[in-house]
């Protein structure tokens, strides 16, 4: 069972444009919601992440959105650019199991110069 | 401050062979956790090593086992290798068991023939 699911599996966006990518969840236990980004051949790599008590958090061009009652959250890139081509995945976790993450299966983002 | 690394990048294995995976931990991280990526698939949990104990499993059967040392590095290993059991293995480090930030190597790569 997939305790977090993803979309879209796989975006293609021009340059300058704003991908989203959408993750959904079951379990209002979970506490934490960060998005890891990788590039091919590389492990994952923490790129921003969130707590239910806020709604929106941004760092740089990346931001979360976050909908506790609808229990969805997404990734948005503001003003996207040939060097955010990778694979984003959306993740959550339990306070009570700490750093123990269910990862999204993933979205192959891809922008066109 | 040296990163995430583990050994071998690739390796090759028939089924029914068992294998040892090594990562050595970021300075400073006294926990270790190993994920299993399948192709186009996201990272699945394994299990963590807190302090040289087990700190939590995934659901994966008893013929993946782990280890970590006084020095935080650790090891996993799998008997009885299946056809299945292909896929990145990553390895992520943190400052303990509640740190919220992984930090992954670039993982090895199983193949098992």
């Known amino acids: 069972q997939q305790q977090v699911k993803q979309s879209p599996q796989s975006l293609i966006v021009q340059k300058g444009g704003i991908p989203i990518i959408n993750c959904a969840y079951e379990n209002t236990a979970f506490d934490y919601f960060p998005w890891y980004q990788q590039f091919p051949g590389k492990g994952p790599a923490l790129l921003i992440a969130?707590?239910?008590?806020?709604s929106e958090k941004k760092e740089g061009r990346f931001t979360i959105s976050f909908n506790k009652s609808a229990k969805q959250f997404s990734l948005h890139i503001m003003d996207s650019q040939p060097g955010d081509s990778a694979t984003y995945f959306c993740a959550a976790s339990f306070f009570y199991t700490g750093n123990q993450f269910y990862f999204g299966t993933g979205t192959s983002l891809t922008v066109i110069p | 401050e040296t990163g995430v690394t583990q050994s071998p990048t690739h390796l090759i294995k028939t089924r029914g062979q068992q294998v040892t995976l090594r990562c050595s931990s970021q300075s400073g991280h006294n926990t270790v956790s190993w994920y299993q990526q399948a192709l186009g698939q996201g990272p699945q949990f394994i299990f963590q090593?807190?302090?040289?104990?087990?700190?939590g499993r995934g659901n994966f059967p008893p013929r993946f086992s782990g280890l970590q040392f006084p020095n935080y590095s650790s090891e996993l290993n799998v008997n009885a290798l299946e056809l299945d059991d292909s896929a990145l293995y990553l390895c992520?480090?943190?400052?303990?068991?509640?740190?919220?930030?992984?930090?992954f190597g670039s993982g090895t790569q199983l193949s098992v023939l």
């Open positions: 090593y807190y302090r040289e104990e087990e700190n």
């Open positions: 969130i707590r239910p008590d806020v």
């Open positions: 992520a480090s943190s400052r303990d068991r509640f740190g919220e930030k992984l930090f």
